[in-house]
């Protein structure tokens, strides 16, 4: 039994005398041991116990090395565009951002049906060009394969083009179109009622200094693209080219206000839109709430009974 006792500035400290047992435990791995632990005046550890306290080091020290290798396993990298995702472009170009960010994995939750969606938000964003070109989208059980919408402001832009595309449907409502141009489309039943209106603007994108880069899309299969917007966003082009749709869902767009619009095809039933009702039945509308400036060019568009199966 020993009493430990400290000297501060001559003075005496005593602490409570303290019982430390020997404690002898065998223990036999391939380590060495040898080696001593500081000396501390007054305070003495058995050999056994120095042994023990070195081994139970070790072990957390493996333990959390194990820890960390799983963990580092498990690590899902974040979506990066056009890989199925929500991509904010409003905040990317918030934070000076050049380039579009990572995106947001979808979550059981909000997107039970298609896991498979590229969705975009494009609110309070600049943005020089969202194009898609050569694509297969589609999946059962949707409402629409290809959905452009501002549910506040409205998105603005100098060009909006579908050329060549095949879908069971087409819808465009609550927009304006400085100019509105339907060239060359085949549809199973039309409805094209535009309200002619002053109030259309020639929307010019003008520089792309400080517009957010968007990479083209070429190739790829997704459930559906959604381009949403929250607030009046700026887009300098939208295109969807040779983009094939397929199962119950089409094409719905509002909320847009643009210099240009053409739907095109670039020959004979290259655009082919319909969902086999009949010709009575429209498949493709532009509806009364599309405000349009006039129509340069509407020529070479028939009806027939046609049908983009599932």
């Known amino acids: 039994m020993r009493k430990f006792k400290l000297i501060i500035k001559q003075r005496r400290v005593y602490f409570p005398t303290i019982r430390i047992p020997m404690i002898g435990i065998g223990v036999s ?20 116990v120095g042994k023990i306290i070195v081994l139970g080091c070790l072990t957390s020290a493996v333990t959390i090395a194990i820890a960390i290798m799983f963990s580092v396993k498990d690590l899902t990298a974040a979506p990066v565009y056009p890989a199925p995702a929500t991509y904010d472009a409003g905040e990317s170009q918030r934070m000076s951002m050049k380039a579009l960010g990572e995106g947001k994995a979808h979550e059981d939750s909000s997107e039970a049906v298609a896991t498979q969606t590229l969705k975009l938000n494009i609110g309070g964003a600049r943005i020089e060009s969202i194009v898609f070109k050569d694509m297969d989208i589609g999946a059962s059980g949707l409402s629409d394969a290809i959905e452009i919408a501002a549910s506040a402001g ?6 909006l083009e579908l050329i060549d595309i095949k879908a069971p449907d087409l819808t465009m409502s609550t927009s304006t179109a400085y100019a509105l141009n339907m060239q060359t489309t085949t549809t199973d039943g039309s409805s094209v009622s535009p309200t002619l209106s002053s109030d259309p603007i020639n929307y010019i994108f003008g520089s792309n200094r400080g517009a957010l880069n968007i990479p083209d899309v070429s190739s790829g299969t997704v459930d559906r693209i959604v381009i949403s917007s929250n607030a009046t966003s700026t887009v300098g082009l939208i295109r969807f080219e040779r983009v094939n749709l397929t199962g119950d869902a089409g094409i719905n767009m509002s909320g847009l206000n643009c210099g240009t619009v053409t739907f095109k095809g670039t020959d004979t039933d290259k655009f082919i839109v319909g969902d086999g009702t009949g010709i009575d039945s429209a498949s493709f509308t532009i509806a009364d709430t599309v405000k349009v400036g006039g129509i340069p060019t509407i020529t070479g568009n028939i009806e027939k009974p046609v049908s983009v199966m599932k």
């Not at 791995?29 to 056994?48: C, E, H, K, Q, Y």
């Not at 409205?154 to 060009?159: A, D, K, S, W, Y």
């Open 154 to 159: 409205v998105i603005q832009c100098e060009t």
């Open 29 to 48: 791995l391939p380590l060495d041991m040898s080696f001593r632990l500081p000396a501390v005046t007054g305070f003495n550890i058995g050999g056994s």
